[in-house]
């Protein structure tokens, strides 16, 4: 099993849902990066569960110990080690998961590929949970990304039916990320969150769960980062994005709509600024040309699946008997993930952005 992304900054991730404990580490960081524990705390609480009915109520604090790669507030320059213990859990939830695997969920894959021997308490390596380890460390990232003049924000674009207002593609501030990247359910319509926690809070009272889409901006990137074909801007991005649990699409700019367009509708006229700057009249590309970047706003949409555990009776199969089954999972469970998978992608954007400038000689 790899859990490893990167090549000059590498994000390694351990543990189990209901092990003793999870955490990461990061190679790779220059010396010198000072660590903003007021934002790492920030984007703790946003990750964090049961603190909102549209999380799961289990309780645990996410507080991280750093074991190693920090001096006096700052970066050694040797291998950043993180822990956080877990504490809140009730295994015995998951007893019946081992022989009959949830619908959608990792349970029958993983037994397959481990032969039985993966650990299916709290989903195990597979859970949500492992992107607690991943919001802390990337936050490091964002820190040093912001020192560098490039900020990093999303919004919830979509639950279930109900839409946000989607990101002007062309005129995105760091001001608005910013204000976004510190929200615990941000979005630009205020009307649109009451209308996104009813269509949450009715899946869970119906004992189901509702999946939904975030839309993540970055400003600040200069032109001419990445390279074509393999090593691509977005080839880069989707790899660590997909590595959050429930992300079934990533789309760049226009993303899909690009299949609806002429080529006089999708192209991105450039122009001259006032400064002499080049940039363009839209922004359909995302702010990515040929795998590298041309200096407009990155703009990324991820859709994240409903969650797999709900306690609505679902047909399964009982690995050991070899019968059809019917199984109702029990245990506590996010009725929507998309909040709380907002500032885990984001700090996972910022680890991919710190290792491809790393990559150019550039962080």
Known sequence: MNSNFGEKIVLSIFGESHGAAIGGVLTGLPKGIKIDFDEMEIQRLRRAPGRDKTATPRKETDEFEILSGVLDGKTTGAPLALIIRNGDTISKNYDNLRDCPRPSHSDYAAAVKFGGMNDVRGGGHFSGRLTAPITALGTICRTALLE???????????????????????????????????????????????????????????????????????????????????KGIENVIASALYGIPAVKAV?????????????????????????????????????????????????????????????????????????????????????????????????????????????????
Do not use: W
Request: aromatic share 4%.
């Open 148 to 230: 560098k003049g490039i900020t990093v924000g999303g919004h919830i674009l979509k639950i279930g039916a109900v839409n946000d207002s989607e990101f002007d593609k062309v005129n995105i501030s760091a001001k608005q990320l910013s204000v976004l990247n510190k929200a615990a359910f941000p979005v630009i319509d205020s009307k649109a969150e009451e209308k996104m926690r009813a269509v949450i809070e009715a899946a869970r009272q119906n004992c189901d769960s509702v999946g939904g889409m975030v839309e993540i901006a970055v400003t600040g990137l200069p032109a001419g980062l990445g390279n074509p074909m393999f």
């Open 251 to 363: 789309s760049f700019g226009a993303g899909f709509d690009f299949a609806d367009m002429l080529g006089s509708e999708a192209n991105d006229a450039l122009y001259y600024d006032k400064n002499g700057n080049i940039k363009t009249k839209t922004n359909n590309c995302g702010g990515i040309l040929g795998g590298i970047t041309n200096g407009m706003p990155l703009i990324i949409r991820v859709a994240l699946k409903p969650t797999p555990s709900i306690s609505k009776p679902q047909q399964t199969v009982n690995l050991k008997t070899k019968e059809n089954v019917t199984l109702t999972v029990e245990g506590r469970h996010d009725p929507c993930i998309v909040p709380r998978a907002l500032p885990a992608l984001e700090a996972m954007l910022c680890v991919a952005l710190a290792d491809i400038l790393a990559g150019e000689g550039k962080f």
